[in-house]
């Protein structure tokens, strides 16, 4: 009997030592993810500082996430002075932290601002939280320079049918949600470019998209028809 209580209790304390391991394990591994992408967003930003002495004023900048990064806003404007200023797996946090090297000092005419996509994969996500965000890099932009154009467009919607996981805790009703919210933001020209890459059920559609969150080709020609005639 003795025995037999002995090893149940060992038992407990194997299973709650070999539970507490992975809940450690997973937090360390968090820990260190948390801490490539801060440093890889240091070395971006520091990147863009470094660029920036080399700039010419009065250009045109592209800012945002991975969606904003991988566009090759070189090449699809060709002979406009345009700059890309996108991070991968930013927030608008990230970006309202962050003007200073992305906007200022490049001293633009014209800025283009697609962030949010990211906040929404946060399971702490708020629409509050997110628009107030945008809401103050718009208020700095103004602040910074009254005459500056600010294009605002709207988060892209996402399609979980391709890969879930990439998608993550995105969905299209909370994206539909603070585009409807952003989109009542004063001093701004938004540009919604939602609809244009849905398809009849309303996800992004497949022709225009890598795994259902990010574009492929076709999907930046769709945006970059829409954007031609304000650069």
Do not use: C, W
Request: aromatic share 10%; glycine share 6%; hydrophobic share 40%.
């Amino acid at each position: 009997m003795v025995e037999t209580v002995l090893l149940i209790a060992s038992l407990i304390i194997i299973i709650g030592f070999y539970r507490y391991s992975k809940l450690q394990y997973r937090k360390g591994a968090d820990d260190l993810f948390q801490l490539f992408a801060r440093g890889a967003y240091d070395q971006k930003v520091a990147m863009f500082k470094a660029l920036n002495a080399d700039s010419l004023p009065g250009g045109v900048v592209f800012v945002g996430d991975s969606i904003t990064q991988d566009y090759n806003v070189y090449e699809f404007f060709k002979g406009k002075n345009v700059y890309n200023r996108g991070i991968g797996g930013d927030t608008s946090e990230g970006v309202l932290n962050r003007l200073d090297e992305s906007v200022f000092q490049l001293k633009p005419k014209a800025v283009f601002l697609l962030i949010g996509t990211n906040d929404l994969a946060s399971p702490q996500f708020s629409i509050e939280k997110t628009f107030t965000n945008i809401q103050a890099i718009i208020q700095n932009l103004q602040a910074f320079d009254p005459a500056m154009k600010i294009y605002l467009l709207s988060i892209l919607p996402v399609n979980s049918t391709i890969d879930a996981t990439t998608v993550g805790l995105r969905n299209n009703s909370l994206i539909e949600k603070l585009n409807q919210k952003l989109k009542g933001l004063k001093a701004v020209h938004f540009i919604d470019l939602y609809p244009s890459l849905l398809d009849a059920n309303q996800h992004l559609s497949e022709k225009y998209t890598v795994e259902g969150l990010h574009l492929n080709a076709q999907g930046y020609h769709v945006v970059t028809d829409v954007l031609r005639k304000y650069i």
